[in-house]
């Protein structure tokens, strides 16, 4: 009897024991721990290539947990596949992993760089479902042959020539004392949420053999002409001699910004025959900033201005057109052109510095009854002139201008060329060394149109 009792006991502990190795930790606020939160698939694909990668799990808990479900977001259309513990698919359930212990995942990728159909950047994440707790991990891979410029700080002068598209990822400075040149044609393409710093010199497009295009990474239809799809181009405090020439910004939040005023007395920023569009804020930002433009095209700026500045600064516009006009994704509520010589928050003024601005020959026109405003506050100087210029005001300007519809030939089309029969058509000045408009046609003497195209 005994001995039955003793083996009846045993087995009775037997039995606890196991029913304690499969006690799980219940409680939602557990969370696993990975090695990595990006998994970047950073090979450059000369021909349908893969590569695979892998990261770590850990459970930091001292129970064991089981993991509902592991899975690709992207399911079975993803560029991805993924391993766990062994098993390969899309998805995996209910995953344990022991107290204090960890699980290696891998997660492979197959592109063809040479389609062109491809995305330049391949996403996904995995997700992980533990206890109703939702957590992922991103994946990303090239989907075509580029140079990737990811999270990068150059450091050393350098020539980008055209001979693939330039991938920014998660930003780039071009550092202090540093110069970047950008020849013709190149495309320069900015994933969400990355910037262009300068710090340096940044030279665009030289000799204006062909146009050097900025916008978004996405390529697919619906993206098209979608504001705010990367940040812009930001032209740091100190940072000098930059120059745009023949070049196409868009679809930024800010096409581009400059910060205080240069060291040199000379301009921080020179830009010739640039279109800026569909930006969600401004097109052009300039902060105690030294600016001069010529044969600007600025148009389709959402929640700002096409310019503006802020904290004044010194600035110069010859043959520029600055059109704003609402669209199906912007809505046009603010002036084209902002000038302030002042910076508040809350309405709260935190500085005045004072604020010159020319504009020759410009156009400054769209659908609101008022396109300008003139913010000047204190003793600070605020002085802006219009030569020869065609706006939509009905304030008090200083200079010659003239408030007539400049018939551009279609706004709702993106054609800001001049209709006949526009007031603006031999209506200018003459500008020494401007010999050319926006598009390189030929400006003659004593016959100059207004804005930034000839009829």
């Not at 259309?77 to 212990?101: C, L, M, P, Q, T």
């Not at 062109?116 to 996904?124: C, G, H, K, Y």
Request: aromatic letters at 10%.
């Amino acid at each position: 009897m005994k001995i039955k009792n003793l083996i009846l006991f045993s087995a009775i502990l037997f039995s606890m024991a196991s029913c304690r190795k499969d006690v799980f930790l219940t409680d939602s606020s557990v969370k696993l721990s990975f090695s990595k939160d990006t998994l970047t698939f950073d090979t450059v694909f000369t021909s349908i290539g893969s590569a695979t990668r892998y990261f770590k799990i850990y459970n930091k808990e001292n129970k064991k947990i089981k993991i509902s479900d592991i899975k690709l977001a992207g399911g079975v259309d993803s560029h991805f596949r993924i391993n766990v513990d062994g098993i390969a698919g899309i998805e995996a359930k209910d995953v344990e992993i022991a107290a204090n212990d960890s699980l290696y995942i891998f997660a492979a990728v197959t592109v063809d760089p040479n389609n062109l159909a491809n995305p330049f950047v391949i996403e996904d994440s995995i997700l992980f479902n533990t206890n109703g707790n939702n957590q992922s991990v991103i994946l990303n891979a090239w989907g075509q042959n580029a140079h990737f410029i990811y999270d990068s700080i150059i450091q050393t002068n350098q020539t980008w020539i055209n001979d693939l598209p330039y991938v920014i990822i998660n930003s780039m400075l071009v550092d202090t004392g540093v110069t970047l040149t950008i020849e013709s044609g190149c495309r320069i393409y900015n994933h969400p949420n990355s910037r262009i710093y300068v710090a340096g010199t940044l030279l665009v497009n030289p000799n204006c053999a062909d146009s050097v295009i900025f916008q978004g990474d996405r390529l697919e239809p619906y993206f098209q002409d979608l504001p705010g799809r990367w940040q812009g181009i930001h032209f740091l405090k100190g940072s000098i001699n930059n120059e745009i020439d023949c070049a196409i910004i868009k679809d930024a939040e800010i096409g581009v910004r400059v910060d205080s005023l240069p060291v040199n007395g000379l301009p921080n920023l020179f830009m010739r025959r640039v279109k800026i569009k569909n930006m969600l804020y401004s097109g052009i930002l300039g902060i105690t900033a030294v600016i001069r433009g010529e044969n600007l095209l600025v148009f389709n700026c959402g929640q700002n201005n096409c310019f503006q500045t802020i904290l004044g600064g010194d600035y110069q516009f010859d043959n520029c057109t600055f059109a704003d006009y609402s669209t199906t994704v912007i809505n046009h509520q603010e002036p084209a052109v902002y000038l302030s010589n002042y910076y508040a928050i809350n309405n709260v003024i935190y500085g005045l510095a004072s604020c010159n601005a020319i504009f020759n020959n410009c156009i400054i026109w769209g659908g609101l009854e008022q396109e300008i405003s003139l913010d000047f506050l204190g003793t600070a100087v605020g002085n802006a002139i219009f030569n020869s210029c065609c706006i939509k005001s009905d304030s008090t300007l200083q200079g010659s201008w003239f408030k007539n519809d400049p018939l551009f030939i279609n706004f709702s089309e993106e054609d800001y060329h001049l209709s006949s029969g526009s007031p603006c058509i031999n209506g200018g000045i003459d500008i020494p060394l401007l010999v050319t408009d926006l598009e390189g046609n030929p400006r003659i003497a004593g016959l100059y149109d207004i804005g930034a195209y000839e009829k």
